[in-house]
């Protein structure tokens, strides 16, 4: 998706997984060389790397919607893990700055990773009127 629309990817340690060559090639990632890729030792790490002027963390607990939400260019969309999902120190720094994609959560805990980014990554687009 990064590849696709020119988004920078941040990683932050630690993460659940390793990116190697063999990894990736496993994968079918054909076009990793196109993704740009920022790792970050810690939280801190990124924030002081990047200070993002403005940026909204995902999560399932977030009771403001992302289409309640006015994105501008320059936004960062943070993302926890598959499994966890964003660490509660985070969401409880910044309680403002969380949003939530609408969904009937009486069948589901939630949507896996790839797709809620793919959903914030496009409003953001369409909304900054930014073709990918």
Known sequence: MCAA???ILHLV???GFKITDA???RAGLDYWEHVVIRRHASWDAFMADENPA???????AGESSIFE???KPGDYFIFGSETRGLADEVLARWPDRVRG???????VRSLNLANAVAIVLYEGLRQCQHPP
Request: no cysteine; aromatic share 16%; proline share 8%.
């Open 5 to 7: 629309t020119g988004a």
């Open 13 to 15: 340690e630690p993460m």
């Open 23 to 25: 990894k990736v090639r």
């Open 54 to 60: 403005r940026f909204f963390l995902f999560s399932t």
């Open 69 to 71: 939400t006015t994105f």
């Open 101 to 107: 994609i609408p969904m009937r959560t009486d069948h």
